[in-house]
């Protein structure tokens, strides 16, 4: 009887990174899946805004230039300690990534607390008309991605408190910030389409 050859894989890695792994091409599906919705929603945004008479419609007021600026520097911001979580898990340097992902948890909840504020002073509904209805189902979605990754953030804060954390988790990690980063760049040209839009910023409450 003829035997097989063996192959000893015990030195190997038990876990890969990076392009090497299914998750990020999974990671990356699910933001190609989900920019496409963002960019149909623009899509949306423009073609209402081509055929109307009165773009925003009467009555529509500006939430106000100040807030919504400062949420959208509270969102980038929040970039810089996600950055120095993925670079941490790099390291695997546990303490130093419960850090970085408590910090940016804080700027998420931050913003999150004040977008609820721009909402609630929106003079609008999402059934008062088109309008009204692309803007609320575009800040509704983004808003879910938000919550997400806020909840995201808790569980991995709780895992590198109570453990056992494996290699694994610092792929994930990294993986988690990547996603970040697209949440955070997916809301950047919808402040700009909503609020520095020129017939909204002429309307401004008072």
């Known amino acids: 009887m003829t035997q097989r050859p063996a192959l ?7 876990t890969a990174f990076g ?23 623009a899509a949306s945004y423009f073609y209402l805004r081509g055929g109307a ?20 520097v509270i969102l980038l911001l929040s970039i810089i300690p996600m950055h120095f979580a993925a670079r941490s898990a790099e390291k695997e340097d546990l303490a130093a990534i419960r850090l970085w992902l408590i910090v940016a948890t804080v700027l998420m909840v931050a913003f999150l607390i004040i977008r609820f504020v721009i909402l609630h002073g929106l003079t609008f509904r999402w059934d008062s008309h088109a309008y ?7 800040v509704g979605l983004h808003t879910i991605h938000v919550i997400t990754g806020i909840c995201e953030n808790l569980l991995f804060i709780t895992l590198l408190t109570k453990g056992p954390v494996e290699d694994k988790h610092m ?8 996603y970040w980063y697209f949440v955070v760049a997916c809301w950047v040209p919808f402040y700009v389409i909503f609020f520095l839009d020129p017939g909204l910023l002429g309307a401004t409450a008072g």
Request: some cysteine.
């Open 53 to 72: 008479n009165l773009w925003p419609p009467a009555g529509t007021l500006h939430p106000g230039v100040g807030i919504t600026t400062t949420n959208l």
């Open 132 to 138: 009204g209805s692309v803007v609320w189902l575009t």
């Open 8 to 14: 000893d894989v015990s030195e190997l890695p038990t």
């Open 171 to 178: 792929d994930d990690l990294r993986l988690n910030s990547m």
């Open 19 to 41: 392009t090497r792994d299914p998750l990020w091409w999974g990671v990356v599906g699910i933001m190609c899946i989900e920019g496409t919705m963002f960019a149909l929603m």
